[in-house]
């Protein structure tokens, strides 16, 4: 396959050539065209390192199949799933069950290995796991926090097998129960969601992210923290070598929106104030952040219209990530090479995926093409998640055209004149193989 006149982030207008699964050759081809890409805008499909797509378990919710076209059509080419599923990814057996049922992927996928008191880490390690994680130093959904000994234990052992450890970093001895029990007893939408804010408190992510560091300096453990929300405790990790990652609602939502949101926006750790979010985002923008990952959660809307104390957290989101950072980018809040950087070039590079993360010859022929000048409006009725909502309903998107996982072609949108919008099969292979 032949994509001509495509634009690069960096610039570079190049053709790109695909011979089976990689890329063959990128600069100027010549050549009949399969794709003419007419200056539009080629980046590495993104690689998605925190996703909850809910198989085994919550079927509801999500399945890889749902899941990972979602995963197509926002762009993301790689997802790692978490092992808070039922039965959890703990095990040899809960491992093996997940690896079956990922086979439905149609992006490439990664699959993480949890830690409960009673998990197996000699079959979990045994197995081709992505990292150990995301580790739960205070409950979320699945309920799998565990105390400070279990996670030197299990920091000791990760640094023992060479896994990187990622670690869901909230404190439960510092959460305020007084602003939660307080709370006003609305559903859904018209729930008291600030309180759940005001509940898991900042103080509680930077003391845990400090701590988590401190256990992974002193066994030598690489050690990744997810979903960092506070500038506090992104600098703390980077201080301490640790990585991080940012989630997209922690970017472009704050409590201010929780108002509009409700329930709808109660996630793990929580949303934080306008001055926070963007002390976030200049981190992001200034590379101090690793990547950004979605922690898409996807929860039904009977079962985010209750109470905020009933409400499950999280949010889906691994469509819409690369979309509204490139919506960003067009408003001039970051550079598009940024953009690849974060979604794709670091976390190959961090969770060391050599084929994937970059449009260069020789690499995996993971692509999505983008229209920058069309920018739309995003609705959640027309996302690809079970989920049917989105806490980013009316938020600019700039959505992939076509999208690529090595060679096949895993999505191609519709257009206005009648062709429809269209999904390949399932081609997902399992990145540690
Ligand atoms: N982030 C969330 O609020 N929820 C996640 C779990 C998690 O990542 O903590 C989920 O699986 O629903
Ligand atoms: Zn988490
Ligand atoms: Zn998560």
Known sequence: MLIANATLANGRTVDVRVEGERIDAVGSLGGEPDVDADGKLLLPGAID???????????????????????AAGGVTTVV?????????????????????????????GINGGVIEDW????????????????????????????????????????????????????????????????????????????????????????????????????????????????????????????????????????????????????????????????????????????????HAPHTREEKETGIREAPSGVPGVETMVPLLLAAAERGELSRERVRDLTATNPARLFELPRKGEVREG???????YDPERVETIRGEALHSKAGWTPFEGRDGVFPELTLVRGSVVYERGEADGKDEAFGGAVGRNVRG
């Open 49 to 71: 390192a925190h996703v909850h797509f809910r198989e085994p378990g919550f079927p509801h919710k999500e399945t890889w199949e749902t899941g990972s076209r979602s995963a």
């Open 120 to 295: 197996d880490p000699d079959e979990l390690f045994d197995r081709p796991l992505f990292a150990l994680g995301e580790v739960f130093l205070a409950d979320s959904t699945g309920e799998m926090g565990i105390d400070a000994e279990l996670f030197e234990e299990a920091v000791g052992r990760a640094a023992a097998e060479d896994v990187t450890v990622t670690v869901h970093a909230e404190d439960a001895t510092l959460f305020d129960e007084d602003a939660l029990s307080n709370a006003g007893e609305g559903v859904g939408r018209d729930a008291d969601a600030d309180a759940w804010s005001t509940y898991r408190s900042a103080d509680a992510e930077v003391r845990a992210i400090e701590r988590a560091c401190e256990v992974g300096s002193g066994s030598g453990a690489r050690v990744h923290v997810a979903h960092t929300t506070t500038p506090e405790g992104i600098d703390a990790a980077s201080e301490a070598g640790a990585t991080c990652e940012v989630c997209p609602h922690h970017l472009f939502l704050s409590r201010d929106d929780l108002d509009d949101l409700g329930t709808y926006g109660r996630m793990n750790p929580p949303l934080r104030n306008e001055e926070r979010r963007e002390a976030v985002f200049e981190r992001v923008r200034d590379g101090t952040v690793d990547l950004v990952a979605t922690d």
């Open 363 to 369: 690499m995996d022929a993971d692509l999505a093409l």
């Open 81 to 109: 799933d978490q092992p808070n599923t039922d039965p959890p990814t703990v095990d040899g057996a809960g491992f093996d069950g997940k690896a079956e049922l990922a086979r439905e992927s149609y992006v490439d996928y």
